[in-house]
């Protein structure tokens, strides 16, 4: 016999959840990095801040995306010296990974599953970044 799990948590919490605001549920600040900096700046920046990812931003202070330790990982394994000499911005995905701060968690998860992204960036009306929403974060919400 197999054993099956019933949970006794409320079916409709889900959609309760992806209606929410997502500046109910990104971290903030958003921990940021100049577009123009070199990848070893952003590695020790995330290690500082104990994150795995930062909004690169324009010298106007507008995001143009997230650099994640995995897209520097994949830079040092495809030239080792890329650490000192790539730019954020050579590493950037060509589509930024953001939502506005007006977007409900549901944006955010559709983004994130057609772009492949693990994280976005949480905007102003200014582009500047206000927060972040990763992956994980997904997950602990729904395991609550």
């Known amino acids: 016999m197999k054993a099956l799990y019933v949970s006794s948590r409320d079916l409709a919490e889900p959609v309760r ?3 929410r605001p997502i500046t109910e549920v990104m971290s ?6 100049s577009a123009d900096a070199v990848l070893d700046e952003a590695l020790v ?5 104990g994150v795995r990812h930062l909004a690169a931003v324009d010298e106007a202070g507008r995001c143009v ?3 994640s330790d995995r897209a520097i990982a994949a830079a040092w394994a495809a030239d080792y010296s890329s650490l000192s000499h790539q ?7 060509r589509e930024p990974a953001m939502v506005s701060m007006r977007d409900a968690v ?3 998860a559709r983004l ?13 009306d200014h582009a500047r970044p206000v ?3 990763t992956g994980r974060r997904f997950v602990s919400l729904l395991a609550r």
């Open 87 to 93: 730019t954020v911005a050579a590493a950037l995905d």
């Open 45 to 49: 920046r995330m290690v500082r801040s």
């Open 17 to 19: 959840l992806a209606r």
């Open 112 to 124: 994130m599953d057609t772009s492949g992204a693990d994280a976005v960036a949480v905007v102003d």
């Open 65 to 67: 995306g997230v650099i």
């Open 131 to 133: 927060g972040m929403v």
């Open 106 to 108: 549901v944006d955010a």
């Open 28 to 33: 903030k600040p958003a921990a940021i990095i």
